[in-house]
């Protein structure tokens, strides 16, 4: 008997397992399966995306004509669209399921969420961020970069999830008034603390795994409610028109 459960494919530019996804398969709802395609674009530093825009294209329309059971898929990382602008408009110009990014994502999020000024925490270093800043701009968030928490972004995962959380206050004492902190970048793992850092720092956490769930789930009108991912997650606000 074939499953009623939602198929959600997640496109990486890297492989297709790592901790981090293991980590975030608990905030997937139980109606929802979530599958995780390698694209294998990147082969050292994360500018070695550049000049494979077609490539990319290519492998990610293979992979989504390659799983027909998916119903809505998202294209991972930040690097990935600042190094590939033209990758999602030209993949959802060749399949026929709607597909979002992990920046479009945190954008619909912080938009659901009623946030205009945000504390941006990456795992990049200030030339990425940089253009994640100027993104964003482009849609009416303001960002303000937190510190770098290691000299190279892979790096950041060797850091507990305290020490996320202190670097992170930092950040917010640094940046002023904000409307919510934002988290892009798996290796930066927020995910066990999202719940703490809401309690604790007055402010709704948007992180790019658990922005890209909602959103994809969103774009096919699914609403859910999942305890311990924030209140992104737990609340389900609507997209904004």
């Known amino acids: 008997m074939a499953s009623d459960k939602i198929t959600v494919g997640f496109l990486s530019p890297m492989g297709a397992t790592g901790d981090h996804f293991d980590r975030f398969s608990r905030f997937v709802p139980e109606e929802v399966t979530l599958e995780v395609g390698g694209l294998d674009l990147i082969e050292g530093p994360l500018n070695s995306m550049e000049g494979k825009e077609g490539l990319a294209t290519d492998l990610s329309v293979r992979s ?63 030339s990425m961020n940089v253009q994640i800043r100027a993104f964003l701009a482009e849609r009416d968030v303001e960002a303000i970069s937190g510190p770098q928490p290691a000299p190279y972004y892979r790096d950041a995962a060797k850091l507990g999830p305290d020490e996320v959380y202190s670097i992170t206050k930092e950040g917010l004492v640094n940046a002023g008034a904000v409307d919510a902190i934002y988290f892009q970048g798996a290796v930066l793992d927020a995910l066990e603390i ?36 924030g209140r992104l997650l737990r609340e389900w606000p609507a997209l904004k028109k």
């Open 64 to 126: 989504i004509s390659d799983n027909p059971g998916w119903q809505t898929a998202a294209i991972l990382a930040a690097p990935v669209q600042v190094y590939m602008p033209n990758l999602a408009p030209n993949v959802r110009g060749q399949v026929a399921i709607p597909v979002t990014t992990a920046m479009e994502s945190a954008v619909a999020a912080l938009s659901a969420l009623g946030a205009s000024r945000v504390l941006l925490m990456t795992p990049f270093d200030e």
């Open 194 to 229: 999202i719940d703490r850092l809401e309690s604790e720092l007055g402010l709704p956490v948007v992180a790019s795994n658990p922005a890209m769930l909602w959103h994809a789930l969103s774009l096919l009108g699914h609403s859910f409610s999942v305890p311990n991912g």
